[in-house]
């Protein structure tokens, strides 16, 4: 076991592991032959430039794309692919770039919404409502209501997600994937469109959650400052392929890295 | 200043999830139900019974049953007139089968039948979506109104294609046919819309509402919270037709007394749809809303001419009120697509400050 | 057994007993497959350019048709009857683009798709109003189409071919290759086509959305007004024709929403696959079957290939 980038942090063992994965589109080649792996408790940062397959590669941990060739390891069983929900029945949450919110709900039901694997009262008991039904709804409401006091969200509840500005949407998106109290969380540019103090802000959240939850985090992300001062070990793309992998400081001096940066041809 | 909330403050997650957590609105409730109740069959006319009242529920249920479906799971369909049919004409046999059984147990039976004809046509929904699915439902649509035509078992062989309704009674009364009066018939089925109205509610505020709306919303961000989708819809589908079915044979049993396979055809899918669409999508005050203005709107302006004195034939005020519904409609989507129900929203927040303008 | 000879065999060997009656009955399925063509014609124009799926076609061809008779009716030459016809549909197409679209252009597709069926309803209501809903035979002769038909001897017995339904067959063809060089030639037909990807970007060219509208409206009120007068002349013009629009929808799913060839193919298999599905499979379920069979075809078409023969793939990005 190693000691993280933070005092007290443990990282664990190897909780996911891709070896091999190769995606494509059609004739375009998203991933090619990439391998690397997750390890419990620590932040994992995805980097590169623009177009490399960051998303692509989230997408094909959380199960939305099915690579064509490469093995997914995972909670101890291997997979070829995922379909999105077992993903989620297995632990794995994720927020993304464009922000996917149900925007025809409140906060605190989008929220709820997350809770969805952990209700178990059947359709009939909702009916009635009167007993197990609500007794349920309130427990899972408790765990909710924590969650909106951990993300300072209290104030816009009741407000209809469509309506808040960008930097709080992503809050809550974040909220709901955390009410999912996944072991692994997958978040695809969290500080994208983002001023100076709302990154502070969500550089906290997201420090707390893996510090205090214990919750694996893989993030893409672009800004370089956050990604130094948070993660734990980081893994460059470019054009589908790997091209770095390691701690912070070994990838920032890594020429290839840089060149790839910089745009120099290769 | 009379709708103030202000000093209302829940200590309970349990009072702040209840139906009504606003105290006006739970007195308002109470009023509606008391006069629901007890009001009306004391004071109305049969005419107001037979003619407004009774079409309006039963019409609103139908409402609720296509507003679960397309307003909260997003599922436009155009197969309610189909779906009601199927409840109305397995009532019919239902009835014919077990002639002694209780004709309330009959109607929620046959709901089921219509649930299962639901769920069948909702398999599509697996592959297609939206306009496409729309499509999907006009072909059931199509085909159930084939069905009722065609299999003369469903209507007993009866020369004429039509079911007429046999008396059934109830603790003694006659409850349907010929001479079950007015108000027995709005008991019941005020009871049996109120019931089912506040099943729709619990649903509707719980996990199944939310898995619904979340599938309406965006659902492929709905499967990575581990929401299944097919599941999800063949369940709308399956309420909902369950409520359309009920409808159905609420409307031939305890509304028109007797029905043919025109009841339930396309045009009735469409009247449905736009209760829904003007009373307000994902909204079950909506329903009821919708349902009284469509339905109440041909009947008010067939009288209101005589009301100002004047004589227009009765050919020329159906077709202005197809004219009026069609504007309407427009005028609905331009100004408040939510609907009567969103107006009602709006009336309410102005009642809060009421007379203050802020 | 013999349930599965009656579907599987006995079709085909009554199709080669009587070839003849096939071909008529080919023949009749190809007619009335270029009117929903037409039909699905007018959704295409309408959807291609502005996003909204026009439910009101079906009653547009209703109303044309009424206001030509109406007009021929009340002693207006029929020429200056159509010509006059004409002109109507072009101020529907403005007030359309005045009172519905322009109100609801930032609204979500599904919102225009409903206000369409208040504009149907309405132009019901304003049809019956001013016209009257009992059936109207259409001036066909007067303007000018043939009647009559050509009978070809053939096999053991004959096919009976209306002129008017070749006429109809010209008259589509032409429209249809005319619609296809405005929409591919012209500059107006690249606005359009511009139009149709992204409002927002026609605006930001310059291009005003407000003529655009009204000049697609315009158009595919012209194509119902050809469809309303070409399927009038072959059975009365009544309200029924209505429903009869709504044909055009399993058309559309099966050519595509997108693409004029798409409804003229969808529409000439669709024809075809009804008229051929009801006289021959039709008997074994009692007949009538035309009112649903093309919703089935689609539906199958629907599971396999959702966009249609023509039409674009659907991508959903995350």
Same mark, same amino acid.
């Given at each position: 076991?190693?000691?993280?980038?933070?005092?007290?942090?443990?990282?664990?063992?190897?909780?996911?592991?891709?070896?091999?994965?190769?995606?494509?589109?059609?004739?375009?080649?998203?991933?090619?032959?990439?391998?690397?792996?997750?390890?419990?408790?620590?932040?994992?940062?995805?980097?590169?430039?623009?177009?490399?397959?960051?998303?692509?590669?989230?997408?094909?941990?959380?199960?939305?794309?099915?690579?064509?060739?490469?093995?997914?390891?995972?909670?101890?069983?291997?997979? *070829?692919?995922?379909?999105?929900?077992?993903?989620?029945?297995?632990? %794995?949450?994720?927020?993304?770039?464009?922000?996917?919110?149900?925007?025809?709900?409140?906060?605190?039901?989008?929220?709820?919404?997350?809770?969805?694997?952990?209700?178990?009262?059947?359709?009939?008991?909702?009916?009635? *409502?009167?007993?197990?039904?609500?007794?349920?709804? %309130?427990?899972?409401?408790?765990?909710?209501?924590?969650?909106?006091?951990?993300?300072?969200?209290?104030?816009?509840?009741?407000?209809?997600?469509?309506?808040?500005?960008?930097?709080?949407?992503?809050?809550?998106?974040?909220? *709901?994937?955390?009410?999912?109290?996944?072991?692994?969380?997958?978040?695809?540019?969290?500080?994208?469109?983002?001023?100076?103090?709302?990154?502070?802000?969500?550089?906290?959240?997201?420090?707390?959650?893996?510090?205090?939850?214990?919750?694996?985090?893989?993030?893409?992300?672009?800004?370089?400052?956050?990604?130094?001062?948070?993660?734990?070990?980081?893994?460059?793309?470019?054009?589908?392929?790997?091209?770095?992998?390691?701690?912070?400081?070994?990838?920032?001096?890594?020429?290839?890295?840089?060149?790839?940066?910089?745009?120099?041809?290769? | 200043?009379?709708?103030?909330? @202000?000093?209302?403050?829940?200590?309970?997650?349990?009072?702040?999830?209840? #139906?009504?957590?606003?105290?006006?609105?739970?007195?308002?409730?109470?009023?509606?139900?008391?006069?629901?109740?007890?009001?009306?069959?004391?004071?109305?006319?049969?005419?107001?019974?037979?003619?407004?009242?009774?079409?309006?529920?039963?019409?609103?249920?139908?409402?609720?049953?296509?507003?679960?479906?397309?307003?909260?799971?997003?599922?436009?369909?155009?197969?309610?007139?189909?779906?009601?049919?199927?409840?109305?004409?397995?009532?019919?046999?239902?009835?014919?089968?077990?002639?002694?059984?209780?004709?309330?147990?009959?109607?929620?039976?046959?709901?089921?039948?219509?649930?299962? @004809?639901?769920?069948?046509?909702?398999?599509?929904?697996?592959?297609?979506?939206?306009?496409?699915?729309?499509?999907?439902?006009?072909?059931?649509?199509?085909?159930?109104?084939?069905?009722?035509?065609?299999?003369?078992?469903?209507?007993?062989?009866?020369?004429?294609?039509?079911?007429?309704?046999?008396?059934?009674?109830?603790?003694?009364?006659?409850?349907?046919?010929?001479?079950?009066?007015?108000?027995?018939?709005?008991?019941?089925?005020?009871?049996?819309?109120?019931?089912?109205?506040?099943?729709?509610?619990?649903?509707?505020?719980?996990?199944?509402?939310?898995?619904?709306?979340? @599938?309406?919303?965006?659902?492929?961000?709905?499967?990575?919270?581990?929401?299944?989708?097919?599941?999800?819809?063949?369940?709308?589908?399956?309420?909902?037709?369950?409520?359309?079915? @009920?409808?159905?044979?609420?409307?031939?049993?305890?509304?028109?007394?007797?029905?043919?396979?025109?009841?339930?055809?396309?045009?009735?899918?469409?009247?449905?749809?736009?209760?829904?669409?003007?009373?307000?999508?994902?909204?079950?005050?909506?329903?009821?809303?919708?349902?009284?203005?469509?339905?109440?709107?041909?009947? #008010?302006?067939?009288?209101?001419?005589?009301?100002?004195?004047?004589?227009?034939?009765?050919?020329?005020?159906?077709?202005?009120?197809?004219?009026? #519904?069609?504007?309407?409609?427009?005028?609905?989507?331009?100004?408040?697509?939510?609907?009567?129900?969103?107006?009602?929203?709006?009336?309410?927040?102005?009642?809060?400050?009421?007379?203050?303008?802020? | 057994?013999? $349930?599965?000879?009656?579907?599987?065999?006995? /079709?085909?060997?009554?199709? &080669?007993?009587?070839?003849? +009656?096939?071909?008529?009955?080919? =023949?009749?399925?190809?007619?009335?497959?270029?009117?929903?063509?037409?039909?699905?014609?007018?959704?295409? +124009?309408?959807?291609?350019?502005?996003?909204?799926?026009?439910?009101?076609?079906?009653?547009?061809?209703?109303?044309?048709?009424?206001?030509?008779?109406?007009?021929?009716?009340?002693?207006?030459?029929?020429?200056?009857?159509?010509?006059?016809?004409?002109?109507?549909?072009?101020?529907?197409?403005?007030?359309?683009?005045? $009172?519905?679209?322009?109100?609801?252009?930032?609204?979500?597709?599904?919102?225009?798709?409903?206000?369409?069926? &208040?504009?149907?309803?309405?132009?019901?209501?304003?049809?019956?109003?001013?016209?009257?809903?009992?059936?109207?035979?259409?001036?066909?002769?007067?303007?000018?189409?043939?009647?009559?038909?050509?009978?070809?001897?053939?096999?053991?017995?004959?096919?009976?071919?209306?002129?008017?339904?070749?006429?109809?067959?010209?008259?589509?063809?032409?429209?249809?290759?005319? +619609?296809?060089?405005?929409?591919?030639?012209?500059?107006?037909?690249?606005?359009?086509?511009?139009?149709?990807?992204?409002?927002?970007?026609?605006?930001?060219?310059?291009?005003?959305?407000?003529?655009? =509208?009204?000049?697609?409206?315009?158009?595919?009120?012209?194509?119902?007004?050809?469809?309303?007068?070409? =399927?009038?002349?072959?059975?009365?013009?009544?309200?029924?024709?209505?429903?009869?629009?709504?044909?055009?929808? /399993?058309?559309?799913?099966?050519?595509?929403?997108?693409?004029?060839?798409?409804?003229?193919?969808?529409?000439?298999?669709?024809?075809?696959?009804?008229?051929?599905?009801?006289?021959?499979?039709? /008997?074994?379920?009692? &007949?009538?079957?035309?009112? =649903?069979?093309?919703?089935?075809?689609?539906?199958?078409?629907? $599971?396999?290939? /959702?966009?249609?023969?023509?039409?674009?793939?659907?991508?959903?990005?995350?």
């Amino acid at each position: 076991m190693e000691a993280g980038l933070h005092s007290g942090k443990k990282i664990g063992g190897v909780v996911l592991g891709l070896e091999n994965i190769s995606l494509a589109f059609g004739g375009v080649q998203a991933l090619q032959d990439v391998t690397f792996d997750v390890r419990e408790h620590e932040v994992r940062a995805i980097i590169g430039p623009n177009g490399a397959g960051k998303s692509s590669m989230l997408n094909v941990m959380n199960g939305f794309y099915q690579p064509q060739q490469g093995i997914i390891r995972f909670g101890g069983r291997e997979y *070829r692919g995922m379909k999105p929900h077992a993903a989620a029945a297995m632990g %794995i949450g994720r927020t993304f770039q464009n922000i996917a919110l149900f925007r025809g709900m409140t906060v605190l039901d989008n929220i709820m919404a997350g809770r969805n694997l952990k209700m178990h009262c059947n359709f009939l008991l909702q009916a009635l *409502r009167f007993g197990p039904a609500m007794r349920e709804e %309130i427990e899972h409401r408790r765990a909710v209501e924590e969650i909106i006091d951990f993300l300072e969200i209290q104030h816009i509840r009741r407000t209809p997600v469509g309506r808040l500005p960008y930097g709080l949407q992503k809050r809550v998106e974040l909220a *709901r994937a955390l009410a999912m109290e996944p072991a692994l969380l997958l978040l695809d540019e969290p500080m994208a469109g983002m001023n100076l103090e709302e990154k502070q802000d969500m550089c906290r959240f997201v420090l707390e959650v893996n510090d205090h939850f214990g919750t694996t985090i893989v993030l893409i992300e672009h800004d370089m400052g956050v990604v130094m001062d948070i993660s734990d070990r980081v893994v460059v793309l470019d054009y589908g392929r790997k091209i770095a992998d390691g701690t912070p400081d070994e990838v920032r001096s890594d020429q290839a890295v840089i060149d790839a940066y910089l745009g120099v041809a290769h | 200043m009379l709708y103030r909330e @202000v000093g209302q403050y829940k200590t309970s997650y349990a009072a702040d999830q209840a #139906l009504l957590p606003i105290l006006q609105d739970r007195i308002g409730i109470v009023v509606i139900l008391l006069i629901a109740f007890v009001g009306v069959p004391l004071t109305a006319s049969d005419f107001t019974l037979n003619s407004v009242l009774i079409p309006i529920l039963v019409f609103s249920l139908a409402a609720t049953g296509l507003n679960l479906l397309t307003g909260y799971t997003g599922l436009l369909s155009l197969g309610t007139g189909g779906f009601m049919g199927v409840g109305a004409y397995a009532c019919y046999k239902l009835t014919t089968y077990f002639p002694q059984v209780n004709i309330i147990v009959l109607i929620l039976s046959s709901g089921f039948f219509a649930a299962a @004809v639901g769920i069948a046509f909702g398999l599509p929904s697996l592959r297609i979506k939206g306009f496409y699915l729309a499509v999907a439902t006009l072909a059931a649509q199509f085909f159930l109104s084939w069905c009722f035509i065609r299999i003369p078992w469903l209507y007993n062989y009866n020369i004429s294609a039509s079911i007429e309704v046999p008396t059934k009674t109830l603790f003694g009364l006659a409850v349907t046919g010929p001479t079950a009066t007015s108000v027995t018939r709005y008991l019941i089925v005020l009871t049996i819309v109120a019931v089912l109205t506040l099943i729709a509610a619990n649903l509707v505020r719980g996990r199944t509402g939310r898995t619904w709306m979340a @599938v309406r919303d965006m659902d492929l961000a709905a499967e990575l919270i581990g929401i299944r989708l097919y599941q999800t819809k063949l369940l709308s589908f399956a309420v909902s037709s369950f409520y359309c079915g @009920v409808a159905g044979a609420m409307l031939v049993f305890l509304y028109l007394g007797n029905a043919e396979p025109s009841s339930f055809d396309i045009n009735q899918s469409f009247l449905i749809l736009f209760m829904v669409i003007i009373g307000g999508l994902g909204s079950l005050l909506g329903s009821f809303l919708g349902a009284a203005l469509i339905w109440g709107l041909p009947i #008010l302006l067939r009288h209101a001419p005589a009301f100002f004195g004047l004589s227009i034939e009765s050919a020329k005020v159906d077709q202005s009120t197809f004219m009026i #519904l069609g504007v309407l409609i427009i005028f609905f989507l331009v100004v408040e697509p939510q609907g009567l129900a969103r107006l009602w929203q709006i009336g309410k927040q102005k009642l809060r400050m009421w007379p203050f303008p802020y | 057994m013999h $349930l599965l000879y009656e579907i599987f065999i006995d /079709p085909f060997v009554q199709m &080669g007993a009587a070839p003849d +009656l096939l071909v008529q009955t080919l =023949w009749d399925g190809l007619v009335s497959g270029v009117l929903y063509a037409l039909i699905a014609l007018g959704f295409v +124009l309408i959807f291609k350019a502005s996003g909204v799926f026009n439910f009101a076609q079906g009653i547009m061809v209703v109303f044309a048709a009424l206001t030509l008779v109406g007009l021929y009716q009340h002693g207006v030459p029929a020429y200056v009857a159509l010509a006059l016809t004409i002109v109507v549909m072009l101020v529907l197409a403005v007030g359309v683009e005045r $009172l519905i679209l322009r109100p609801l252009v930032d609204q979500p597709e599904i919102i225009l798709f409903m206000a369409t069926f &208040g504009l149907t309803y309405f132009l019901i209501g304003l049809g019956e109003l001013i016209f009257g809903g009992d059936p109207k035979v259409m001036i066909a002769s007067q303007l000018g189409l043939p009647s009559g038909s050509y009978r070809i001897t053939m096999a053991h017995g004959y096919v009976q071919l209306q002129k008017i339904d070749i006429a109809a067959a010209i008259i589509a063809s032409l429209m249809v290759a005319g +619609l296809g060089i405005l929409f591919n030639r012209t500059r107006i037909g690249r606005a359009l086509r511009a139009v149709a990807d992204s409002h927002r970007a026609a605006l930001s060219v310059g291009i005003s959305l407000e003529q655009i =509208w009204v000049i697609v409206w315009f158009a595919a009120g012209v194509v119902a007004l050809a469809t309303g007068i070409m =399927w009038g002349a072959r059975s009365d013009v009544s309200f029924a024709l209505e429903i009869i629009a709504l044909k055009a929808l /399993p058309v559309l799913i099966l050519g595509g929403l997108t693409s004029i060839p798409g409804a003229i193919v969808g529409g000439l298999i669709i024809g075809v696959g009804e008229k051929i599905g009801d006289f021959y499979w039709g /008997p074994l379920v009692g &007949g009538g079957i035309e009112s =649903w069979f093309a919703y089935v075809i689609a539906l199958v078409f629907l $599971l396999f290939r /959702p966009q249609g023969l023509f039409g674009e793939r659907i991508i959903e990005r995350l």
